[in-house]
C-alpha cells in the first residue's frame, strides 16, 4: 500500500503555546534573560504550575530564556518527567525479583533481557492514547514509529510489533471512525517498515469512547555485545543529528496534549492539539542505517527523538553522560525555514535520531547515512563542563545543568483514596444475574458469547497487518502469543503476550494488575515458551483525581507484588495519565506485556484443535467466578462484584506443565482460559483447527459455570491418546488439577446433555461481527 | 555449478531477506543486489522482492524503476534472464513495461494479509516449470495495492497467448481483473505476481511449502538453458 502521507497530512496549526521571545526583535539569550528578571514569560501556557516555574528561577538562578522554558515545560510535563507516578513506580526496582536475565533495567530507553546463546532482547510497549483519538491514523501510526526507535536505541533489530487497543463503544457512531484511522495507521506505518506485527488485543468499553487506548510494543534482538545506551561520554565526540528534517509538526505535544484533558471544565477554550505526522519509508531507512552503523561500532551514545524532541534528546544524553554538550541549533536541518530556536527544541517530527560520535568516525557514520539516503548532520559536541548549552545565530540561548532538565523534575505524592463508590462496586455480586435455565438457554448464549465485539474474531483488524514479513513469524494473530524465531540455525526464538482488563481492574485495580499479569504469562507459557520478564504500559485517568491515583497506586503495588511472586522482573514500562473526557476517567487499564523465551520454536504449541480423536483436558480448577466477566457484560451488560481471585503459585504451576508438556510432546494444542471461560477459548480453538469437539460435564460442576466462569490458571489442551498417562501422571506428580472433559470431533461443539452447536455456526457468528460494524 | 539467484534491495524494500532466504532453500546461491549497482555480479536470475521502494508514495514502483540496478536488468530480461517481480516487485515489472498491465488500490480499499489460493495456469514459465498446470497451491497475499488492471485487448491477449501464470481460486483478494495474479512476459522469463511464494517456503512459518516451487523451477530453468 502506498500511503501519500505527505499530501494527505493535515497542516499542524501553528501553536499558540510556543513562547516568542518577550521583545520579538531581539533574541532572548540568557545574558538577555539575566538582565530582564521582570520579564514575564508564558508558563502556564506551557503547562507548567507556578509553584514548577519558580523551581526553574531557583535553579538558573535567573528567569529562564524562551528557549529554556520551552525545554523544562516540555521535559517536566507528566509524559516525559512521570512526575505522578516516578514515585510509586519505584517499587517496580525495590521488590524486583532477582534475575539474571536482566542486563539492562529500568530507566533506559528499553530494558534488555538475555535470552541465551548470546542473544538479547528489549521489548517495550508505550502509549499513543491522545494523538490518536484527535488524528486516529497518525497518531496510532507515529505510535508504532516512536516505539520502534525506542528498540533500535538499544542497539537492536526490531524483529516485530504488537498493538494492544482499546476502543469505545462499538456501536457508537464515533468509534467507526477511531477503530478505523487507528488500524490503517497502524497497518500504513508497520507494513511500510517491514515488521511483523504478531499480537495485541482489540477491547471495546464505553469508558473508552472520548479516550481509546492506542498502545503499541515492539521487540528487537540484538547480541550482547551490541548492547547501546543513550548517554554522550568523551569530551570531543560529535552529536549528529540524523533521520528527517525538523518540522512544525507536534510542537508542544509532550507537554499539553499527552499530559491534559482536552476540554477545560471551567470552560475556557480547550487546547488546540497537535499530533505528529508519521513517514514509514524514513524510518525504514533510519532502522538499516542505525543498525550499519552499530555494526561497524562507529557510535558511542544514542537517543531516539520522540516527545520532546531535541530537548528530550541532547538532555538526556548530556545527563546521562560524562561532561556537558554545545548544540548549534542553526546547524539543525529544516523543513520549514520560519521556524524559532524554542519551535526548534520542541518540534516533535518524526523518525529523527541523535547519535554521539568519536570524531574519527563521524566520516563513516556519514558515509553510512548518505548511502540510505538519511540527512545527517553534525549538530554539537560534548564539553568537558556539566552545562548543555545550546546556540542560535551565534548567541547563547541555553544554559542549563542538563540534569536539571531530565532527571531533577518535580515529584508528585499526589492525594490518593478509595474511592467511596468501590465498596458498593465489589458488593454488586455477579452470581446474582440471572442464568441460563437450560440447554436452549446455554446454547443461546454461547452464540451471543462469541459473537460480541469483545470476544468476536478480530480477522477483519488483523488481516490488514503484514505478521510474515521478515519470515521469522512462528506464530502470530489468534494465538495465545505472538512468536518470533531468532536463530535460523538452533531454532532461538521469543514469544510475546500482552494483556489487560480494565473491567477486573476496575472492580478492584490490585488484583486487576495482577490478573493482567497472571493472563500475559499464561499466555506466553501456552506456546510452550518460559515467561522471562515483563514490560507495562499503565493506562489511568486524571491523577489530580484521588480516586484515580488510589487505582494507579494499587495497580502498581499489585503489579510489583505479582512480579516479585513470579520472579519476571519488570524491564520498564510506560505511563498514560489523563485517560478520561471530562470527569469521567477510563477504566483503570493497566497492560502487561510478558516475554518468553523457547530454546525450539519448532514444538511450539498452537491453539488449534486439528487431530480428531484427541482428548480434552481443562486443566486448573473452575470455581463460581463471574464479577468482571465477559459473561456478565455480554447478557446483563453487568460489571459487579469481585474479579477472579489471583493465584499465582498455580499460575506458574501451569506454566511449567504447558513447557513441559510442549518440550516432551505430550500436547498438540493448547489454549488459556481468560475473558470468556472455556466455551470461548474451545469454540477457537476448533474454529482454528477446523474441527469439532464433543465435551462432557464433569462431575460436581453446574454446565453454565464450566462455560462461562473466568477462574484463572487453567488452560485446554488436546492431548495425543497415546500420551494421555504419560501427561496425567505429570501433572499428578506435579499437583496439578486435570480434568478431562471431552474429545476433538466431528463438526459440531456438543455441550453432552445440554446443546450442540455446528462448526458453521460458530463460525459465522463469531467472524461476521466485525466487519459488519467497520468494514 | 551452482545458480547463482540475485535479490534487489531498493530502499524500503522489504521482503529481500525473505527471498534471499527462499533462494537458499531451493539450494540456489543467494546474491544480494544494491539498487545503485550497475553489475548484477554475475547472477543467473534476479527477484524484485515486495515492499515498499523508495516509499511508494509515487505510485508504486514508479521510481525504482529508474534505479540504476533497473537498467541493467532491463537489458537482461530482453536477452532471457529469468526475472521474477514478487508484490512490489511485480509493480516494478509493469512500471518498467516489462509486463503489461498495472497494479491499482484494492477494490475493498484495505491492506490484505492472509492465505491465498491460486491456480497455476502455465507451467511453462522460467518460475513455473516445476509445477503443473492446473495446479493449485496456498502461498500467503499482502497487499494494499494489487489490483490488477489491464485494457479488454492485452487481458484477452494475455488470456490467448497463456499468459495468465496464477489465478486466484476462493474469493479475488483486491479486485484483480479475471481474477488474475500473476502474468509472464511473451517469452516466458519475466513473471510477476502479488501473492508471496518466499513466505511459504518452511512449514515452520509458512502455509505450505508451496512457494519453494518458484525458485526450484529457476534453478531447472537455469540448468536447461546451460545445456541447450
Known amino acids: 500500500m502506498s500511503s501519500d502521507i505527505h499530501s494527505s497530512a493535515p497542516r499542524t496549526p501553528a501553536p499558540p503555546q510556543t513562547p516568542a521571545p518577550p521583545q520579538a526583535s531581539r533574541l532572548d539569550t540568557t545574558e538577555h534573560a539575566a538582565a530582564t528578571p521582570d520579564t514575564e514569560l508564558p508558563w502556564a501556557e506551557l503547562g507548567l504550575k507556578e509553584d514548577e516555574y519558580a523551581r526553574v528561577r531557583e535553579i538558573l538562578g535567573r528567569r529562564p530564556t524562551g528557549a529554556e522554558l520551552a525545554m523544562y515545560s516540555v521535559m517536566w510535563s507528566e509524559h516525559c518527567s512521570y512526575k505522578s507516578s516516578k514515585a510509586h513506580l519505584r517499587q517496580f526496582g525495590e521488590k524486583a525479583p532477582h534475575s539474571d536475565a536482566l542486563l539492562v533495567g529500568i530507566g533506559e530507553n528499553a530494558g534488555v533481557v538475555d535470552i541465551g546463546q548470546g542473544y538479547a532482547v528489549t521489548f517495550k510497549v508505550e502509549s499513543h492514547n491522545h494523538p490518536s483519538y484527535v488524528e486516529p491514523y497518525q497518531g496510532a501510526a507515529t505510535g508504532v514509529g516512536g516505539i520502534v526507535r525506542d528498540i533500535i536505541a538499544m542497539g537492536a533489530r526490531p524483529v516485530a510489533v504488537v498493538d494492544p487497543l482499546r476502543f469505545g463503544a462499538p456501536e457508537h457512531p464515533d468509534t467507526r471512525r477511531v477503530v478505523s484511522g487507528v488500524v490503517a495507521g497502524i497497518g500504513g506505518y508497520g507494513n511500510c517498515l517491514g515488521l511483523p506485527n504478531i499480537g495485541g488485543e482489540v477491547v471495546f468499553d464505553s469508558c473508552y469512547q472520548g479516550n481509546p487506548l492506542v498502545n503499541a510494543g515492539a521487540i528487537g534482538v540484538m547480541r550482547h555485545e551490541d548492547i547501546h545506551l543513550a548517554k554522550a561520554a568523551g569530551t570531543g565526540n560529535k552529536v549528529i543529528l540524523y533521520g528527517a528534517r525538523t518540522g512544525g509538526d507536534g510542537i508542544g505535544g509532550a507537554s499539553i496534549l499527552a499530559s491534559e484533558t482536552f476540554e477545560d471544565s471551567s470552560g475556557k477554550p480547550a487546547k488546540r492539539p497537535a499530533v505528529q505526522v508519521g513517514d514509514p519509508f524514513q524510518e525504514k531507512l533510519l532502522i538499516e542505517c542505525t543498525l550499519e552503523a552499530f555494526a561497524e561500532r562507529l557510535v558511542v551514545g544514542i537517543q531516539d527523538l520522540g516527545a520532546a524532541g531535541l530537548s528530550c534528546a541532547t538532555s538526556e544524553l548530556a545527563s546521562n553522560g560524562s561532561g556537558g554538550m554545545r548544540v548549534e541549533l542553526d546547524d539543525v536541518p529544516l523543513r520549514d525555514s520560519t521556524l524559532s530556536p524554542e519551535e526548534i527544541l520542541m518540534s516533535e517530527s518524526q523518525e529523527r535520531m541523535c547519535a554521539v560520535v568519536e570524531p574519527s568516525k563521524v566520516e563513516r557514520f556519514l558515509a553510512i547515512c548518505e548511502k540510505w539516503d538519511v540527512t545527517a548532520t553534525v549538530v554539537g559536541e560534548v564539553t568537558d563542563g556539566d552545562r548543555l548549552e545550546i546556540y542560535w545565530h551565534g548567541e547563547k540561548i541555553v544554559d542549563v545543568d542538563p540534569r536539571t532538565v531530565a532527571h531533577e523534575g518535580p515529584v508528585y505524592q499526589r492525594p490518593y483514596a478509595r474511592p467511596s463508590w468501590q465498596d458498593a462496586l465489589q458488593a454488586d455480586d455477579a452470581g446474582k444475574l440471572p442464568r441460563p435455565v437450560d440447554g436452549k438457554e446455554l446454547r443461546e448464549q454461547v452464540l451471543r458469547l462469541v459473537a460480541s465485539p469483545n470476544q468476536a474474531d478480530k480477522s477483519w483488524i488483523t488481516s490488514q497487518y503484514d505478521h510474515l514479513v521478515q519470515g521469522n513469524t512462528v506464530l502470530a494473530q489468534r494465538e495465545d502469543a505472538g512468536m518470533i524465531r531468532v536463530d535460523e540455525e538452533t531454532n532461538l526464538g521469543v514469544a510475546l503476550a500482552t494483556d489487560g482488563n480494565g473491567r477486573y481492574a476496575k472492580l478492584d485495580p490490585y488484583t486487576g494488575a495482577q490478573l493482567a499479569l497472571s493472563e500475559a504469562y499464561r499466555n506466553v507459557a501456552a506456546t510452550g515458551a518460559e515467561p522471562l520478564a515483563i514490560t507495562d504500559c499503565l493506562n489511568f485517568g486524571s491523577p489530580e483525581d484521588p480516586d484515580v491515583m488510589w487505582q494507579f497506586v494499587e495497580a502498581i503495588r499489585g503489579l510489583a507484588d505479582g512480579c516479585r511472586q513470579l520472579g519476571t522482573p519488570v524491564t520498564g514500562g510506560n505511563v498514560s495519565l489523563y485517560n478520561q473526557t471530562g470527569e469521567t476517567a477510563v477504566h483503570p487499564t493497566p497492560v502487561v506485556g510478558v516475554l518468553g523465551v523457547i530454546d525450539d520454536v519448532t514444538r511450539r504449541t498452537p491453539i488449534a484443535f486439528a487431530q480428531e480423536g484427541q482428548l480434552l483436558y481443562l486443566l486448573g480448577d473452575t470455581r463460581e467466578e463471574l464479577g468482571g466477566s465477559a459473561w456478565s457484560q455480554v447478557v446483563h451488560d453487568h460489571l459487579g462484584g469481585m474479579p477472579p481471585a489471583v493465584d499465582l503459585e498455580r499460575e506458574r504451576l501451569l506454566g511449567e506443565i504447558l513447557v513441559s508438556a510442549s518440550r516432551d510432546g505430550m500436547i498438540d494444542a493448547a489454549h488459556d482460559l481468560s475473558d470468556g471461560g472455556l466455551v470461548q477459548a474451545v469454540v477457537e480453538s476448533c474454529l482454528k483447527g477446523g474441527k469439532g469437539a464433543r465435551l462432557v460435564v464433569p462431575d460436581g460442576i453446574d454446565p453454565f459455570v464450566l462455560l462461562f466462569s473466568e477462574s484463572q490458571g487453567r488452560a485446554v489442551v488436546a492431548v495425543p491418546r497415546s500420551e494421555e498417562v504419560r501427561f496425567n501422571d505429570m501433572c499428578g506428580a506435579r499437583g496439578l488439577p486435570v480434568t478431562r472433559i471431552g474429545v476433538v470431533d466431528g463438526e459440531e461443539v456438543e455441550l453432552q446433555g445440554q446443546f450442540s452447536i455446528p462448526l458453521s455456526e460458530l463460525r459465522t457468528a463469531h467472524r461476521e461481527t466485525i466487519p459488519a460494524l467497520f468494514g | ?228
Open chain 2, 1 to 228: 555449478m551452482t545458480a547463482r539467484i540475485g535479490v534487489v534491495t531498493f530502499p524500503g524494500s522489504l521482503d529481500d531477506k525473505d527471498a534471499l532466504r527462499a533462494v537458499r532453500i531451493a539450494g540456489a546461491e543467494p546474491v544480494s543486489l544494491w539498487h545503485r549497482d550497475t553489475s548484477l555480479h554475475q547472477v543467473d536470475a534476479i527477484v524484485l522482492p515486495g515492499g515498499f521502494s523508495y516509499g511508494d508514495y509515487l505510485r508504486c514502483g514508479a521510481i525504482a524503476r529508474f534505479s540504476p540496478v533497473m537498467q541493467t536488468i532491463l537489458e537482461q530480461a530482453r536477452a532471457g534472464m529469468p526475472v521474477l517481480g514478487i508484490c512490489n516487485g511485480f509493480q516494478v515489472l509493469c512500471e518498467s513495461h516489462l509486463l503489461p498491465g498495472a497494479l491499482t488500490r484494492n477494490d475493498h480499499m484495505h491492506f490484505v494479509c492472509r492465505d491465498q489460493k491460486l491456480r497455476v495456469e502455465n507451467a511453462d514459465t522460467a518460475w513455473t516449470v516445476d509445477y503443473s498446470a492446473g495446479q493449485e497451491i496456498t502461498v500467503p497475499l499482502k497487499n494494499g495495492e494489487g489490483g490488477y488492471v489491464a485494457d479488454e485487448r492485452t487481458l484477452d491477449e494475455l488470456e490467448a497467448e497463456g499468459r495468465v501464470v496464477f489465478r486466484y481460486l476462493d474469493g479475488n483478494p483486491n479486485g484483480s481483473r479475471r481474477d488474475i495474479a500473476g502474468i509472464t512476459n511473451a517469452a516466458g522469463n519475466v513473471v510477476g505476481l502479488m501473492p508471496h511464494p518466499e513466505h511459504a517456503v518452511e512449514s515452520l512459518t509458512g502455509p505450505t511449502t508451496e512457494g519453494l516451487g518458484f525458485f526450484t523451477s529457476a534453478i531447472t530453468t537455469l540448468k536447461k538453458m546451460v545445456h541447450a
